[in-house]
């Protein structure tokens, strides 16, 4: 694929129109390059990932009822990954055509990196007669952008006798409708999961709370101060700060502040060219090894294999 500079600009181009479209599920594939436009490259890559990120972190949004469109990438290959089926949806993501993608081996529309994972992979998987597995892969559209996404691989005996199929799927979800900025008009009793006497937010507390919630995202390479000086510094205590957070992002805030470092930690693995030790520093963590024992007990492997 090319890589020169033109190209680059309209892959930019490309990415903030879907952005304006309301589809943070892509992404831009970094260079080793080091100018402006790959800096350019990695800061939007970050944002587009915060924005996603934010839609599970809206505190007025009722999860049963929060909209969703749900988009699925699907393909259904032989034993040798040649394209037999796919889906509308799955053509739209990739901006082709279907006559453009089936007869095509899959590994077409992957990255270097994930064409070597898939051939890795599938030689050990094809051995048995039925195979389940979740894998991440990186697709790449007719516009240059990338999909990257934990996907289901199975592969099982097609009933009419032709031999093995290749199955593999994802959902990618985007919002449906803009949620609600403005604050309740009336409090918010938190209670649910929560024994202890029940605490009443008002629309001050709740916008304190936010604030807590956009300071941690802004300074995950800092240590959290004690929550007693912490909710002191917000002009509240301790006990509302804890538990109003809990009720509003469903966590507590040192979970919170952990989770947030993690996946800052994904997006620079796979969108820059930063070494391990470089993002463990800059996202809080004390030492390599200890990034690495938690990145792990996150996301099921090393930092290492990810990037790898």
Do not use: W
């Given at each position: 694929m090319p890589n020169n500079d033109d190209f680059r600009v309209k892959r930019i181009q490309r990415m903030l129109l879907e952005m304006a479209r309301g589809n943070f599920f892509y992404s831009l594939e970094p260079t080793h390059?080091?100018?402006?436009?790959?800096?350019?490259?990695?800061?939007?890559?970050?944002?587009?990932?915060?924005?996603?990120?934010?839609?599970?972190?809206?505190?007025?949004?009722?999860?049963?009822?929060?909209?969703?469109c749900i988009i699925q990438l699907s393909f259904l290959m032989d034993t040798y990954g040649t394209i037999e089926m796919v889906t509308n949806?799955?053509?739209?993501?990739?901006?082709?055509l279907p006559k453009e993608i089936i007869g095509k081996p899959i590994t077409d529309f992957m990255t270097e990196g994930s064409q070597k994972v898939w051939?890795?992979?599938?030689?050990?998987?094809?051995?048995?007669?039925?195979?389940?597995?979740?894998?991440?892969?990186?697709?790449?559209?007719?516009?240059?952008?990338?999909?990257?996404?934990d996907c289901h691989i199975s592969v099982f005996r097609s009933l009419d006798g032709s031999g093995q199929k290749i199955l593999l799927d994802t959902v990618f979800f985007s919002k449906g409708e803009p949620f609600?900025?403005?604050?309740?008009?009336?409090?918010?009793?938190?209670?649910?999961?929560?024994?202890?006497?029940?605490?009443?937010l008002?629309?001050?507390?709740?916008?304190?709370?936010?604030?807590?919630?956009?300071?941690?995202?802004?300074?995950?390479?800092?240590?959290?101060?004690?929550?007693?000086?912490?909710?002191?510094?917000m002009g509240t205590n301790e006990y509302k700060l804890k538990?109003?957070?809990?009720?509003?992002?469903?966590?507590?805030?040192?979970?919170?502040?952990?989770?947030?470092?993690?996946?800052?930690?994904?997006t620079l693995i796979q969108h820059s060219n930063l070494s391990l030790k470089e993002i463990a520093h800059l996202t809080g963590f004390k030492s390599a090894a200890h990034f690495s024992r938690a990145f792990r007990d996150k996301y099921g492997k090393s930092p290492s294999d990810l990037r790898g």
């Open positions: 390059k080091n100018d402006n436009v790959a800096s350019l490259v990695v800061m939007l890559n970050m944002v587009n990932e915060e924005i996603r990120a934010s839609f599970i972190h809206q505190g007025f949004a009722n999860a049963h009822n929060t909209p969703q949806s799955t053509c739209s993501l990739l901006s082709t051939a890795k992979k599938m030689v050990k998987h094809l051995k048995r007669e039925r195979s389940e597995t979740v894998q991440f892969l990186e697709f790449i559209t007719k516009d240059g952008l990338l999909l990257g996404k609600g900025t403005e604050l309740p008009k009336k409090t918010l009793k938190v209670t649910k999961g929560i024994k202890e006497p029940k605490v009443t008002t629309p001050e507390d709740i916008e304190m709370i936010r604030d807590v919630h956009d300071m941690i995202i802004n300074n995950l390479d800092k240590n959290l101060p004690l929550l007693k000086d912490l909710a002191l510094q538990y109003g957070f809990k009720q509003l992002y469903g966590t507590t805030i040192f979970r919170f502040l952990t989770h947030e470092r993690l996946r800052k930690t994904k």
